[in-house]
């Protein structure tokens, strides 16, 4: 098991660098990465644990990270022998898509109601050319 957290870490690492995720304190990137999380916030001290390989992410964290950092969620989490770069292929793309309705729904409830009305309308558009009025 140690080995598999020290090889996420080190993975964890290389995709920021890729993405130049110059964030080198874990408060600082544990505060960009809940920018971009829709669960529970990690702490500090989570961040550090994942950066020292002493502990893993869940996976909806796992599969944030990899969003924000633009890398298979697969990859990223378990490394891929024979995808170096951590890029998906579009196969494992597909399969890691998650759409978090909640989400929707409380972002939602944020907009004013004219932007509601527009969401609505693009909602109905895309229905009716689909055939699922």
């Known amino acids: 098991m140690h080995d598999e957290k020290s090889s996420f870490a080190k993975r964890l690492k290389e995709a920021m660098r890729r993405a130049k995720a110059e964030i080198r304190s874990p ?3 544990a505060r960009e ?16 644990k994942w950066l020292e390989g002493k502990a893993l992410p869940s996976q909806d964290k796992v599969r944030a990270l990899a969003s924000w950092l633009e890398v298979s969620p697969q990859w990223l989490r378990f490394g891929d022998p024979d995808r170096k770069d951590g890029h998906s292929t579009a196969k494992q793309e597909t399969a890691s898509y ?19 009305r527009m969401v609505l309308e693009v909602v109905r558009a895309l229905l009716r050319l689909e055939g699922k009025q």
């Open 33 to 48: 990465f809940n920018l971009r999380f829709n669960g529970d916030p990690v702490t500090a001290q989570a961040m550090r």
């Open 27 to 29: 408060t600082k990137l």
């Open 98 to 116: 998650h759409i978090d309705h909640g989400w929707a729904a409380r972002k939602f409830e944020l907009l004013s109601d004219p932007h509601k």
